[in-house]
């Protein structure tokens, strides 16, 4: 596998960093994007085997350092990428200045589905690596040039839609009607899935803040349903971490139950 790496030049080390990292994304060259793993991941199912080969093949992998901003918030759209491995923040930046953590996402998820719409879209929300991450990224001129020869190509970029209208719907319909306790226990189970699968106890690299920042609460609410919990043995809270200790038992509070 040969590796190509788009290298700053030192004086941009040295003065040019985007959130306190340097932008060099390292560009997989050598490797097809279409080996297996890519292939069966359920954002492409609804394409026939012809297509989805077409499309993987045009994906290019792209590697970024911990704290590296992907895309700044205001950027021209023009890129969509499927993580392919690690963790990225998405936050948005709000009219006073100050900065909100809206969603964590890792393996098999998307960012940028509106690029593949218009070149008249900019991006919404600035996204951030959290450890070391991968992703596959697809340009517009790329899907454009796929749509002339695969019309239906078309289903990919509206199950993407699709999707992203639905998860919006979903956060809509939490932040009115269910309490902060249970969507902060909610997320609290989500970033379970995201870091550890089916395993109990589950170590998670997420402040307190950032917890409550994605529950759509605040610090103080997260804090006292923490503290609730940790009194229960279901978790364990250090400075920059939240163990889960029992997740049968978060399971069951988030379902309404008792510990």
Not at 111 to 120: H, I, P, Q
Not at 151 to 162: N, T
Not at 246 to 253: H, V
């Amino acid at each position: 596998m040969t590796v190509e790496q788009r290298r700053p030049a030192r004086d941009q080390e040295r003065g040019l960093k985007s959130s306190g990292a340097v932008r060099a994304a390292a560009v997989v060259t050598g490797r097809p994007a279409g080996h297996s793993e890519v292939m069966d991941w359920p954002v492409l199912a609804s394409l026939p085997q012809d297509e989805r080969l077409n499309l993987v093949a045009r994906l290019r992998r792209q590697v970024y350092r911990r704290d590296e901003v992907i895309c700044h918030q205001g950027d021209p759209a023009d890129t969509l990428h499927l993580i392919a491995a690690g963790h990225v923040s998405v936050r948005v930046t709000l009219r006073g200045g100050e900065f909100v953590t809206v969603a964590i996402l890792g393996p098999g998820d998307t960012f940028g589905e509106f690029a593949l719409v218009s070149d008249a879209h900019r991006r919404g929300a600035t996204v951030v690596a959290l450890e070391t991450s991968e992703t596959l990224a697809l340009g517009r001129p790329e899907f454009e040039r796929l749509r002339t020869s695969y019309p239906g190509i078309d289903r990919f970029l509206v199950e993407l839609l699709s999707a992203r209208l639905e998860k919006v719907n979903n956060n809509l319909l939490e932040a009115l009607y269910i309490p902060a306790e249970k969507r902060v226990m909610r997320r609290l189970l989500y970033l379970c899935d995201l870091y550890a699968g089916d395993e109990q106890r589950i170590t998670i690299p997420v402040t307190q803040e950032t917890l409550a920042s994605i529950a759509g609460t605040t610090r103080p609410t997260a804090n006292q349903v923490l503290r609730r919990l940790v009194a229960s043995k279901i978790v364990a809270v250090n400075r920059s971490q939240i163990t889960v200790e029992d997740r049968s038992g978060l399971q069951r509070l988030a379902s309404g139950g008792s510990a």
